[in-house]
């Protein structure tokens, strides 16, 4: 069975290239560790109250990457923010990818292979064996979001907000379908429409969006000063 962050993970792959879809880094770098905080809080582990994260239960989650989340929390010494958690903790980044990517080569999702461009330089390619599970997922978010569907707390939801806000939702849509959704996404985007009955969403994206804005904002500072 996959978890959120698998399903992530798995969407994140085009199919056709072999590859990550562009901007999969924002879904490395943070989308995956939001996709954490929803599965948690569904899975009543964690809430999540004035922007703290809090463990209320540390009993197994049968996932062993969320265990070692949930006792890391607890062993901290001030509450956790989720927006440090989504824009910090750093070493999870790499550790939750790599989970990612072994379970879904573990469940028959996926395979990597590697091999070198002219012979030099290495690369992964990221083969999806399972076309069908992965078109479902890619069939169910694109469905939710043209016909403005997204007010249930559900895995088609959770995945198309973290699309949504970390840019690689384009790559689901032509040009004049995302001309159509264009309002939606912004409202997405704003988290408003999470408002009444998701509001933990809302925070979430608005914790991805915050640590892809400060990203952005360094990476122009670097480039000012070398320029």
Same mark, same amino acid.
Request: charged letters at 25%.
């Given at each position: 069975?996959?978890? !959120?962050?698998?399903?992530?993970?798995?969407?994140?792959?085009?199919?056709?290239?072999?590859?990550?879809?562009?901007?999969?880094?924002?879904?490395?770098? /943070?989308?995956?560790?939001?996709?954490?905080?929803?599965? !948690?809080?569904?899975?009543?582990?964690?809430?999540?109250?004035?922007?703290?994260?809090?463990?209320?239960?540390?009993?197994?989650?049968?996932?062993?990457?969320?265990?070692?989340?949930?006792?890391?929390?607890?062993?901290?010494?001030?509450?956790?923010? !989720?927006?440090?958690?989504?824009?910090?903790?750093?070493?999870?980044?790499?550790?939750?990818?790599?989970?990612?990517? /072994?379970?879904?080569?573990?469940?028959?999702?996926?395979?990597?292979?590697?091999?070198?461009?002219?012979?030099?330089?290495?690369?992964?390619? /990221?083969?999806?064996?399972?076309? /069908?599970?992965?078109?479902?997922?890619?069939?169910?978010?694109?469905?939710?979001?043209?016909?403005?569907?997204?007010?249930?707390?559900?895995?088609?939801?959770?995945?198309?907000?973290?699309?949504?806000?970390?840019?690689?939702?384009?790559?689901?849509?032509?040009?004049?379908?995302?001309?159509?959704?264009?309002?939606?996404?912004?409202?997405?985007?704003?988290?408003?429409?999470?408002?009444?009955?998701?509001?933990?969403?809302?925070?979430?994206?608005?914790?991805?969006?915050?640590?892809?804005?400060?990203?952005?904002?360094?990476?122009?500072?670097?480039?000012?000063?070398?320029?």
């Amino acid at each position: 069975m996959l978890s !959120l962050m698998d399903k992530l993970m798995l969407i994140s792959i085009n199919p056709d290239k072999n590859k990550m879809w562009p901007l999969s880094l924002y879904i490395i770098q /943070y989308g995956l560790k939001g996709a954490v905080i929803l599965q !948690l809080a569904d899975m009543k582990k964690i809430k999540v109250d004035k922007q703290c994260i809090e463990v209320i239960d540390q009993s197994s989650t049968g996932i062993e990457i969320l265990d070692n989340i949930l006792r890391a929390m607890k062993k901290a010494k001030r509450p956790v923010k !989720l927006r440090t958690w989504v824009s910090g903790w750093t070493k999870y980044n790499k550790m939750l990818r790599d989970t990612a990517i /072994y379970n879904l080569e573990n469940n028959g999702m996926i395979r990597v292979e590697k091999d070198r461009i002219l012979g030099i330089f290495s690369r992964k390619r /990221y083969i999806v064996d399972n076309l /069908y599970e992965h078109q479902k997922l890619i069939e169910g978010i694109r469905n939710a979001i043209l016909n403005e569907n997204m007010k249930k707390s559900d895995d088609i939801t959770y995945l198309g907000a973290l699309m949504i806000v970390c840019g690689t939702y384009h790559a689901l849509f032509s040009r004049e379908e995302r001309k159509k959704i264009r309002k939606f996404i912004s409202l997405v985007k704003k988290g408003d429409i999470f408002t009444e009955h998701n509001p933990l969403l809302k925070e979430v994206i608005a914790a991805v969006k915050y640590a892809i804005s400060e990203q952005q904002s360094a990476a122009v500072v670097v480039a000012n000063v070398q320029s």
